[in-house]
């Protein structure tokens, strides 16, 4: 498996969490790369991609994510009249069972993924019993089930985790007030219900479970997509939205405790946000939930730290790097950003995980 050296630890220091990539020299036509990329699981593979960087894999948005527009649009959240940053956006909370994470990806035509075409592992699913092993679970306590670690490689080492992106882009841009009120007559249902289910458990409980892992700031990419200060953030339906310094993130958000890995992602004209991953608000009511999970990727030199769905940023200030030629938009936890049980490692996983009771899974 891969060489898991790269791990964030809490420290005032935060540059210290930064090193200098290797890049190999084939880039993207690199063969290793390449395997990996598809679906491949060789340990030789996953070693060199520990060791030196293919660029803009990961950790950003795309245009095509960012509804096909080069301005970066942040109203993911679809915020109404009332100017209100609490409306109850609700995902599936139905029952998970044995089985029920696979079933899906066939369902959606990702079946093939459970299948590997090199390396020792025959399947994504001795692969995930490999991982349940791994000294870093046992040592947090071995707090993932099956699915939930499952769910993370799927995240982080197969093409499944656009799909899902895209298809929880476009159901929480809903107006689910207007839904609510009138019916559900043009209502989307979602794609990956499990899916997300489980991933967003997961990754609460590794925020419970591996908090001495977590950097204090994280990195997010915007491919080719520029940000006019002027304009950031103006996306509504009313003027006194343009004021708003809040905006809500309707996904799972990958990022990276290595800067140059989220200012590969963001191409020639990109623009970048710098995230403070710290609590807000004396009785951190205001919080940011997230995990390595580099250590459970065939990309771990990307260093990936990934946030569960629905964060709340708040705009603390836009400035332009001229070293890295680009704007910068640095923000902390927002209003009401992962507040609640759903986000409460004591509450939302269910009979079906190692570390809790009770289901919840509301924003």
Not at 77 to 87: I, K, P
Not at 93 to 117: A, P, Q, T, Y
Not at 218 to 246: C, M, R, S, W
Request: charged fraction near 20%; proline fraction near 3%; aromatic fraction near 12%.
């Amino acid at each position: 498996m891969a060489s898991k050296n790269r791990r964030p630890q809490s420290t005032d220091n935060n540059t210290r969490l930064l090193q200098n990539n290797i890049l190999c020299q084939y880039g993207t036509e690199c063969h290793a790369f390449n395997r990996l990329m598809q679906n491949g699981y060789r340990t030789d593979d996953i070693e060199h991609c520990s060791i030196y960087f293919h660029q803009g894999r990961r950790c950003g948005i795309t245009v095509n994510e960012n509804f096909g527009s080069r301005r970066f649009i942040s109203a993911y959240l679809h915020w109404d009249e009332s100017y209100s940053a609490n409306r109850r956006i609700t995902f599936w909370n139905g029952k998970v069972s044995e089985g029920d994470l696979v079933r899906e990806l066939e369902i959606n035509g990702f079946g093939h993924v459970m299948e590997l075409s090199t390396g020792v592992f025959k399947s994504l699913d001795e692969v995930v019993r490999e991982q349940l092993r791994d000294p870093r679970h046992q040592q947090i306590g071995s707090p993932l089930s099956y699915d939930q670690m499952l769910s993370i490689i799927l995240y982080t080492s197969t093409d499944v985790y656009a799909d899902l992106r895209r298809d929880e882009i476009y159901y929480f841009v809903q107006n689910f007030e207007k839904i609510n009120s009138v019916g559900k007559r043009d209502y989307k249902s979602q794609k990956w219900p499990v899916f997300g289910k489980v991933l967003n458990t997961a990754i609460c409980c590794l925020n419970d479970s591996d908090n001495s892992y977590r950097p204090k700031t994280v990195y997010h990419g915007l491919q080719n997509i520029e940000i006019d200060p002027a304009t950031f953030n103006n996306h509504g339906p009313v003027p006194e939205l343009a004021k708003h310094h809040h905006f809500r993130y309707g996904t799972f958000i990958s990022t990276s405790w290595d800067k140059q890995v989220a200012l590969s992602f963001r191409g020639d004209k990109g623009s970048l946000l710098e995230i403070d991953t710290t609590d807000t608000l004396v009785n951190h009511t205001w919080k940011l939930i997230g995990a390595d999970v580099s250590w459970i990727s065939k990309f771990p030199i990307e260093c990936e730290f990934l946030m569960t769905r629905g964060a709340v940023f708040q705009i603390e200030n836009i400035n332009f790097d001229n070293e890295q030629n680009c704007q910068v938009v640095k923000v902390s936890a927002g209003y009401g950003s992962h507040r609640g049980e759903s986000f409460s490692c004591t509450n939302h996983c269910g009979y079906w995980c190692n570390c809790a009771t009770t289901p919840s899974d509301h924003l």
